[in-house]
């Protein structure tokens, strides 16, 4: 009796064991850019894309790079969709797509499609949803017709803290609402 529970436990409880992912930690040092990342996103190719303080920065799995944006501020939130990348900053928001070269370069949409945002301001949210890009501040949010290029505001009186896009509706949190 002994011999078969010595063989049970041999070919039967590793079945049972539960293996970990394994976690990588990278420091500033690696990536070389800032020590802060305020957004995360994924594409389709599975690169990751981080909304960092000295710009976007890119993983693809094995090489980190760092695109800062042309007027070298903070880029607070990031967005994947298909090719394009998305990024928001301070008093800007704009799209990356890759060159000829494969390197990613940024068009600024507020300049593109000549959207006068507030002075200051910064761009903490973005989503996606149809044919919209929608872009959140703390006071305002803009919507941008992928196709058609038409830009719609939502201006808000109380500070709009965050932006949700839940089974296909956008909802979003105001100071004290």
């Known amino acids: 009796m002994k011999l078969y529970q010595v063989l049970f436990c041999l070919i039967y409880l590793p079945l049972f064991a539960q293996e970990h992912p394994p976690v990588m930690t990278y420091s ?3 990536y070389q850019a800032e020590n802060q990342n305020w957004g995360i996103t994924q594409t389709d190719n599975q690169s990751m894309y981080f909304a960092n303080n000295s710009g976007l920065l890119e993983f693809n799995g ?3 790079t760092l695109y800062p944006v042309p007027d070298n501020s903070i880029v ?3 967005q994947a969709n298909n090719d394009k990348v998305y990024t928001g900053s301070y008093m800007d928001f704009g799209v990356w797509t890759r060159n000829n070269y494969g390197i990613l370069t940024y068009k600024s949409l507020t300049q593109d499609l000549k959207i006068d945002v507030l002075e ?3 761009f903490w949210n973005i989503e996606i949803l149809d044919n919209w890009l929608i872009f959140q501040s703390l ?3 803009y ?3 992928i196709q058609s290029k038409v ?5 808000s009186d109380e500070e709009i803290w965050n932006l949700f896009n839940i089974d296909g509706m956008i909802y979003f949190a105001e100071e004290n609402k």
């Open 28 to 30: 500033p040092d690696i």
């Open 62 to 64: 094995s090489k980190w």
């Open 76 to 78: 607070r939130s990031v």
């Open 120 to 122: 200051e301001e910064q």
């Open 139 to 141: 006071s305002r949010i």
């Open 143 to 145: 919507l941008v017709d």
């Open 151 to 155: 830009v719609k505001i939502i201006e």
